[in-house]
């Protein structure tokens, strides 16, 4: 085998290894909402036609309506809000949390979490992959920071008496997320009941009290 073709195969390797979100050849890539094109991530806007206000979110100071049934809100910063994180492969969130609120197991298919307590005792986990499905769990307190690996399902709940809040950064843009009841029990069209049933191994009548609240 040539060496060329040993070089080839090790760069190749190292970019499977190392691909994320798409990285920046330029200083920025503002994303442009109003393109037509359809790429992976979104398309740069003119240099030229950048603005301040293409890299800047304001507001986070400002809590979230928690007046629902988990008893939480997420207020995210991703390249939908601030432009300016095209190809940068950050955003953030800041969660808040009525008392015994929840923020529901959910994953993040494309980033890993990094979350800080600002304020509150929150109980924080996350759960490893089959065959193994170990939870891993922790209470934090303000000034602690937690990590919830990519893709693996996670959850927090304020234990405290008042009011918490909690600040996320996460490795990708548009980190997505995928609430585990929503998908499971909100799926449009519904998953079938009998499937789900003989899943959780509960009568399929269980199933169709559950999805009818979603």
């Given amino acids: 085998m040539s060496r060329f073709l040993i070089f080839g195969l090790l760069l190749a390797t190292c970019s499977i290894a190392f691909a994320s979100d798409p990285s920046p050849l330029q200083d920025f890539c503002v994303a442009d909402p109003k393109s037509l094109i359809l790429v992976n991530g979104l398309v740069c806007k003119d240099p030229k036609l950048v603005q301040a206000d293409d890299f800047l979110f304001r507001g986070l100071n400002l809590m979230g309506n928690t007046s629902n049934d988990v008893g939480s809100n997420v207020t995210q910063v991703t390249v939908a809000q601030v432009p300016g994180l095209n190809t940068l492969g950050i955003s953030m969130a800041r969660i808040d949390f009525a008392p015994m609120g929840i923020n529901p197991p959910h994953t993040h ?85 009998d499937i789900l049933a003989k899943a959780f191994q509960v009568d399929v009548n269980v199933v169709c009290k559950i999805q009818s609240k979603f």
């Fill in 109 to 193: 298919p494309r980033a890993t979490e990094i979350l800080t307590v600002i304020d509150g005792r929150i109980l924080v986990g996350f759960v490893t992959s089959n065959p193994e499905n170990r939870l891993i769990t922790k209470v934090l307190k303000k000034g602690d920071v937690f990590v919830f690996p990519e893709g693996l399902i996670h959850f927090q709940k304020n234990i405290g008496h008042g009011y918490a809040v909690a600040i996320a950064g996460l490795s990708s843009q548009n980190p997505g997320v995928i609430t585990i009841a929503n998908a499971v029990f909100g799926s449009n069209p519904d998953i079938t009941g």
